[in-house]
């Protein structure tokens, strides 16, 4: 068995191996922290840029493997662990509110499908320590963790992780992330350190750098709007709206602080305090399993943010059978939404403005190819439109439906 100090010579040696191999990586992997542990299953990553490695898994590696496979394997490690941190996961699990050993498995998960489709000249996944790939679930590569992850929740919840990566990749503490000898970056160094890698990767140029990592650099030196922060204040709009116009002052009860106000009577606020919101999915044939998950998995947003019932109208060119639910996690419960023909948003939208009671608000879900309303509706209907083409999705008409009502969902 190697020493310490020779097993940091072999971390240290692989490190300065992919650095060589990828430049635009050297930022991050020469800020990253080395610490040996036999507490991590292979390796992990914090939110600060300290690297976690088990000693048994590195001695294996660098005595089982020529040299050259020797570096190319843990050169493949290092840059799987500082990409959970360039792409954020941490953050984004976080932003998912997604919290307990199960969400964190299976995020972990997702997040490995995420960057382990990337191909890497001189580096090579660990042959006794393999990744997971999204290929052996049926699942296609270049896709976003949020998809994999509401795909995987759906279809495999019981689906076990090889190894956990740290709270780098799922926003939750690990015992062997304690200890003085870590080091600390602030959130400022983190964002600074992104962008220098993302201007390395734009700078580059290289063909064979995978299409999402070079969409990853745009989408960090290019400032982009939040369209998560964006359909939550419409919504939150809305809401109010639908609210306030069934709420108001009765004197069919009077006040709880009547005696204060006595001999003089008070009313009380009375009247349903529920939100109602309805999301018309797009179920025609333009969207596919994959997309139809992801709107899914923004119903399942929606929920988390304002803990009302949620009524699902899938919708093509013609209505199905309404699904309402109550829990973020039911929506990752939804098999299938019937649909798979044309597209008429329309449709649906006036199949919710008939519901009974009438909702507060429309959300509508769609890739944008379908017929727009030709006028406003007397409650509020925002369009989520799905970005597969970098901003060149069909949009409703402006006027009568202004960027009030419009919020394109990006990052697919």
């Known amino acids: ?71 190319a394997e843990l050169g493949f490690i290092w840059v799987h662990e ?21 969400a964190a498995r299976l995020w972990n998960i997702a997040a490995d499908f995420e960057i382990n489709d990337g191909q890497w000249a001189g580096l090579t996944m660990p042959l006794h320590y393999p990744g997971m790939l999204p290929d052996a679930f049926g699942l296609e590569r270049g896709l976003l963790a949020e998809v994999y992850y509401a795909t995987i929740f759906s279809d495999h ?9 740290g709270s780098g990749v799922h926003n939750q503490s690990r015992d062997w992330e304690a200890g003085n000898e870590r080091q600390h970056i602030s959130s400022l160094d983190d964002q600074v350190l992104r962008r220098e890698v993302a201007q390395r990767i734009r700078k580059a140029g290289n063909s064979s750098i995978p299409e999402s990592w070079r969409s990853w650099a745009e ?41 204060v106000y ?36 923004e119903v399942a947003g929606v929920l988390r943010v304002f803990q009302y019932p949620v009524t699902i109208i899938p919708c093509d060119n013609k209505v199905y059978e309404p699904v309402t639910l ?39 879900l769609t890739d944008g190819f379908t017929p727009y309303p030709p006028h406003r509706y007397d409650l509020p209907v925002i369009f989520g439109i799905f970005d597969l083409d970098n901003g060149a999705r069909r ?18």
Request: proline share 8%; glycine share 6%; net charge positive.
């Open 1 to 71: 068995m190697s020493s310490a100090n020779e097993l940091l010579d072999h971390l240290r040696f692989a490190r300065a191996y992919a650095a060589e191999k990828l430049p635009w990586f050297a930022p991050a992997l020469f800020r990253c922290r080395i610490l040996v542990t036999p507490s991590v299953d292979v390796a992990a990553i914090d939110l600060h840029y300290n690297v976690y490695w088990n000693p048994e898994v590195v001695e294996d590696i660098w005595t089982r493997r020529p040299r050259p496979e020797a570096l």
């Open 82 to 102: 500082i990409s959970h941190r360039l792409r954020q996961h941490a953050e984004r699990a976080k932003d998912g509110n997604l919290v307990g050993d199960k």
């Open 157 to 165: 919840p019981d689906l076990q992780a090889p190894h956990d990566d």
């Open 219 to 259: 989408d960090t030196l290019v400032p982009q709007v939040d369209w998560r922060r964006s359909l939550g204040h419409r919504m939150s709009v809305a809401i109010r709206k639908g609210l306030g116009s069934r709420i108001d002052y009765s004197f069919q009860r009077p006040s709880r602080r009547q005696s």
């Open 262 to 297: 006595h001999p003089i009577l008070t009313p009380s606020l009375r009247g349903d305090k529920t939100a109602r919101i309805t999301v018309v999915v797009d179920t025609s044939g333009s969207m596919g399993p994959d997309l139809l998950q992801r709107a899914l998995a």
């Open 326 to 364: 109550v829990a973020a996690a039911e929506a990752f419960k939804v098999h299938q939404l019937a649909g798979g023909g044309g597209t008429n948003m329309v449709a649906g939208i006036e199949a919710a403005l008939e519901q009974v009671p009438r909702p507060d608000s429309i959300l509508v």
């Open 395 to 412: 949009k409703p008409p402006n006027p009568p439906w202004g960027v009030d009502t419009v919020v394109v969902i990006s990052g697919i």
